[in-house]
């Protein structure tokens, strides 16, 4: 291991869907490899509930389907590509026989990627706009299937769908990142204030939003001064440049992860004992 050669560097690597592919890179070469919760949206950590729900909607058991986030269609299609694949074609062309109700263009987005258009678009991207365009049309008697953004009930748009006669059953395909990972991310920055770590390296825009949403600015700023900033690509390196901060380390032509693990070689090289 003495002889690898990122042999006694120590590389932080936020949390990302490759991540263990990723860290084994780095490992492989010797370095010591910290990971750090930096996704802020996660899928359900019990998908029994949002399975349940995904067949009653194949079941017929919905005549209309609210989706408040493009992110919550897309983790139900994660969620049943994970655990029950047999279950995504009925789903989608189960879904194409619903009236779809969206509260703005993200999930209007991701029904077009299935070949689908909302019947009924928010003029308002709110829950009241929802509300507003659904207040003239008769409701009694309706199935609603309501697609939550995080576990917030929005209990405003259930009471409202009751209270108009109609029958209401809602998922929350996902949910946010929680103050014990907040802390995590803050643990990181201070071990890179105290020049604890000789690398981050960044693979996707959102990694670096988080962090900036954690702490302050100035906090941030002050502990990458005192690393080596890596990006996976031009991409990523703009965003930290929005922030103030220039990556030093970037692959020239190919952008991932591969790549990304050698320029971080090439900079780092192996730490004098």
């Known amino acids: 291991m003495e002889n690898q050669p990122l042999a006694g560097r120590t590389i932080a690597v936020p949390e990302t869907r490759e991540i263990d592919v990723f860290a084994a890179m780095l490992e492989r070469r010797g370095a010591r490899v910290v ?30 389907l609210i989706l408040l986030t493009g992110e919550g269609l897309r983790r139900i299609l994660s969620c049943i590509e994970h655990h029950e694949p047999a279950l995504k074609d009925p789903f989608v062309a189960a879904l194409g026989q ?16 299935l070949g689908m258009r909302p019947e009924i678009a928010a003029e308002r991207p709110t829950t009241d706009g929802i509300i507003a365009s ?17 576990t ?14 109609a029958k209401v059953s809602t998922v929350a395909p996902y949910v946010y990142a929680d103050a014990a990972e907040d802390a995590a991310v803050l643990a990181l920055l201070k071990r890179i204030e105290a020049r604890e770590v000789d690398a981050i390296a960044f693979t996707s825009t959102p990694q670096i939003e ?24 031009p991409v990523v390196a703009g965003t930290l440049a929005k922030h103030g901060i220039q990556a030093r380390v970037m692959p020239e032509e190919s952008f ?13 090289g192996a730490k004098p004992r």
């Open 210 to 233: 988080r962090v900036f949403a954690v702490a302050p600015a100035s906090t941030v700023i002050s502990a990458l001064e005192k690393t080596v900033v890596a990006a996976v690509g």
């Open 152 to 165: 917030e009930p929005n209990l405003p748009l259930v009471n409202f769908l009751q209270e108009a006669g």
């Open 98 to 113: 619903l009236r779809k109700i969206t509260r703005g263009p993200k999930p209007a987005r991701v029904l077009r990627e």
């Open 134 to 150: 659904l207040k003239p049309l008769d409701l009694k008697g309706r199935r609603f299937g309501v697609q939550l953004y995080g």
């Open 256 to 268: 991932f992860l591969k790549p990304l693990t050698s320029v971080l070689e090439d900079a780092l």
């Open 35 to 64: 990971r750090c919760p930096m996704v802020a949206i996660r899928d359900a950590p019990d998908p029994a509930p949002v399975l349940k729900w995904v067949r009653e909607l194949v079941q017929g058991s919905f005549d209309d």
